[in-house]
């Protein structure tokens, strides 16, 4: 990336009055580097990724350049479309969007599933100039019959996409971008798009993909002056820490022991991690709130409101604070074992170090040694500089078949073979969804008529209870029952805990207290409930796929076995776990290769790739020979069968390296592929066997050297 050239001040571009309100109402004397870079390419009209760090101001270095532009040409209607996944956020955001919209006379208003109807009606009637929603929200609009879409999205000219990283990664991405070219479509123009996004590992590629149909037609810019340096610090600045603390209770003890007087934020990767700890911390009179997103938006908004004003207190939370909630000013973050991924640990981390004269910094609290493990790795690869690319998931096919539905929703009747113009070419949503249209066809999701595809009895059927507005949303939740005391909403929770056969009263464990149910109303999914002092349980069951580690992630843990520690402050006792989970691991791995370890902890033959799930999935299909037929392959090994001997390893090693195969699939998991439904059989299976494989991760395994060894106690 090279250095952009002096030149005129960039915020001679600005107008006027925006520029007097930055001086005089915000007191900043100047612009940050994103923001001044950013205003060129966006008042120039050209589609752009703005990359920065967690507070880098990169909503600001969007709006003021948009707003200068809206200013300037005299836009009029709605003109952008600020979206977010997260309802929180949007919320978060609007008094901000609001307040620099009005310094030019213009307006901003917010739409989704949380905004009362009487508040819609007032945008239809009164186009607001800026739009802040979800992609969700948008298909509402598109579909609905209460909206004139062409005329509600005429006057559109750019749409903003905060957190692009959080949609791009998985089917909400692809959803969200058909969107876009259906909206671009209805508006008859093309249409500015701009992201934002904390730093990511591909920059260009997410850019690309943002652009969609528009990749390589339009202008298009990464800014990150961030990224310019030649070669950053490694490690990354930084206190960070890691400790093992053994268990969950044990983690409670150390949090309200330590940093007394600060505010303090916990993120934990579970809501039932999250309630337990809420409540254990309560019990050691720590000020603690919660959230998470079995939390009713009530709830959630009074936690994190009391939390922003408070000082000596905690807040556990899931990834729901990991964007860019406001939740004022940090003193510490701290994570229990560790998140999935560096991106969202450098997001969680961002969280602090925003005062002058602090520093950013995460305490790990490691509850076991997987945990342990898991963070050690994260941490190793934080330290090298590594941050995963954003890859968006292969073969959306049921995406290309609800869109299809949301079209024919959209326009009552389309033509059989105009369809494909709506999305402009896009990839998934071009010719290879042809066998698809036959399939919604054949089995009535639609009826055609005289060259007219519309909607038929058997989608009406599955998805159109409450106008179907289950066609809006691509991601499955699981059916869960609304948690009310009197009349207030306190979260939803999971069946299950509504059924067990228990012997006393049910209890439940939501927002941190203990509920005693009253009464369940089967038929509205609602339960009843008063408070009571403990004994209360949390469980949430999930739709879809569970997450595994990478290849990458597992090759640095490997590395973390071999004796690579990350270059971070351990404690005695995480330094004493890591020497002893090395001593067990120590026949599982080996620098040289890979290990096909015979006995141990029982009779069987596992072959230690420290691969990942996705590339170990993989290795079991293609491997069918050598393979044990009945096994569940595991993020670190994959089992063989037991009497296989080092010939026929390396006679199917050898054939394997030549003809990898996608993992097999269980019908069962398809449930977790919304609109699966809507696919033939033979595609729903092909479209999830391409998103469990590694091929690359199983070929990298399959080229490494193995030892044969025995398990030596």
């Not at 990767?269 to 009713?296: I, N, P, Y």
């Not at 999971?494 to 012997?503: F, M, R, S």
């Not at 141990?600 to 790739?609: A, I, S």
Request: charged letters at 25%; aromatic letters at 6%; proline letters at 6%.
């Amino acid at each position: 990336m090279t250095e952009v050239p002096a030149g005129p001040d960039p915020l001679d571009r600005l107008h006027r009055g925006l520029v007097h309100h930055i001086v005089n109402s915000l007191g900043w004397s100047g612009l940050r580097p994103l923001q001044e870079e950013a205003i060129a390419p966006l008042m120039d009209g050209a589609d752009a990724v703005l990359l920065a760090p967690t507070a880098g101001g990169k909503t600001e270095a969007a709006c003021f350049p948009l707003l200068s532009r809206m200013a300037e040409e005299g836009w009029s209607g709605t003109s952008v479309l600020y979206v977010c996944p997260l309802k929180a956020l949007l919320n978060n955001l609007l008094p901000r969007l609001e307040t620099y919209a009005s310094w030019l006379g213009r307006t901003a208003a917010l739409w989704h599933g949380d905004v009362p109807q009487s508040r819609r009606k007032r945008i239809l009637h009164d186009r607001p100039d800026v739009l802040l929603t979800t992609p969700e929200s948008l298909e509402a609009m598109l579909v609905s019959a209460n909206v004139d879409h062409r005329a509600f999205f005429s006057g559109l000219r750019t749409i903003v996409v905060d957190e692009v990283h959080a949609f791009a990664g998985d089917d909400r991405g692809w959803h969200l971008l058909a969107v876009l070219e259906r909206l671009e479509r209805v508006a008859d123009r093309q249409v500015q798009r701009v992201g934002l996004s904390a730093t990511v590992g591909n920059p260009d590629e997410l850019l690309t993909w943002l652009q969609g149909s528009g990749a390589g037609k339009r202008t298009a810019r990464v800014v990150a002056p961030h990224l310019r340096e030649r070669a950053p610090a490694l490690p990354p600045p930084g206190e960070i820490e890691l400790d093992y603390v053994g268990s969950l209770a044990n983690a409670a003890t150390v949090i309200a022991a330590l940093h007394q007087g600060e505010k303090r934020l916990v993120f934990c990767e579970a809501r039932r991690d999250v309630e337990k700890l809420g409540e254990a911390l309560r019990a050691k009179g720590v000020t603690t709130f919660l959230s998470h997103a079995s939390l009713s938006a009530d709830e959630r908004r009074r936690a994190e409101e009391a939390f922003a004003e408070a000082r000596d207190c905690v807040i556990v939370s899931t990834s729901t604070l990991e964007l860019g909630i406001d939740v004022g000013d940090l003193d510490r973050v701290i994570q229990i074992d560790a998140p999935g991924t560096v991106a969202s640990f450098l997001q969680r981390l961002g969280r602090t170090g925003r005062r002058p004269g602090s520093k950013r910094n995460c305490l790990f609290l490691a509850v076991d040694e997987p945990g342990l493990l898991s963070a050690a790795a994260l941490l190793l690869l934080w330290s090298r500089g590594w941050v995963e690319p954003v890859v968006a998931p292969p073969e959306p096919r049921h995406i290309a078949a609800q869109q299809i539905l949301a079209l024919c929703l959209q326009e009552h009747r389309v033509g059989d073979r105009l369809w494909r113009d709506w999305w402009g070419g896009l990839g998934p949503f071009g010719a290879s969804a042809e066998p698809i249209v036959r399939h919604l066809i054949d089995e009535g999701y639609l009826d055609r008529d005289d060259g007219l595809m519309f909607i038929g009895p058997e989608a009406e059927q599955r998805f159109g209870f409450r106008h179907f507005m289950d066609l809006t949303a691509v991601f499955t939740a699981a059916p869960e029952f609304t948690v009310l005391s009197g009349r207030t909403v306190i979260g939803t929770t999971d069946p299950a805990l509504l059924t067990d056969e228990i012997v006393g009263p049910r209890r439940l464990l939501l927002a941190g207290r203990s509920w005693q149910v009253t009464y369940i109303d089967w038929s509205r999914r609602r339960c009843f409930v008063e408070p009571v002092d403990g004994g209360g349980r949390a469980r949430w069951g999930s739709v879809g796929f569970a997450r595994a580690a990478s290849y990458e992630r597992m090759r640095a843990t490997r590395d973390v076995l071999l004796g690579a520690t990350p270059p971070v402050t351990l404690t005695r006792r995480a330094e004493g776990a890591l020497t002893q989970a090395r001593e067990a691991s120590a026949n599982l791995v080996h620098p040289g290769g890979t290990v096909i370890m015979r006995g141990g902890r029982d009779t069987n033959v596992r072959w230690w790739t420290w691969a990942g799930y996705r590339a170990n999935a993989t290795l079991a299909t293609t491997l069918t020979s050598v393979a044990d037929p009945l096994q569940r392959p595991t993020d670190a090994y994959v089992r063989l069968r037991e009497d296989i001997t080092p010939q026929e390893w390396k006679d199917a090693a050898a054939e394997g390296a030549e003809h990898l195969c996608l993992p097999s699939v269980d019908p069962r998991a398809l449930i977790g592929l919304k609109f699966s439904v809507a696919l033939p059989p033979r595609l729903a299976k092909a479209t999830l066997a391409a998103r469990l494989a590694d091929l690359d991760g199983a070929s990298a395994a399959l080229r490494e050297p193995v030892r044969f060894t025995t398990w030596n106690a």
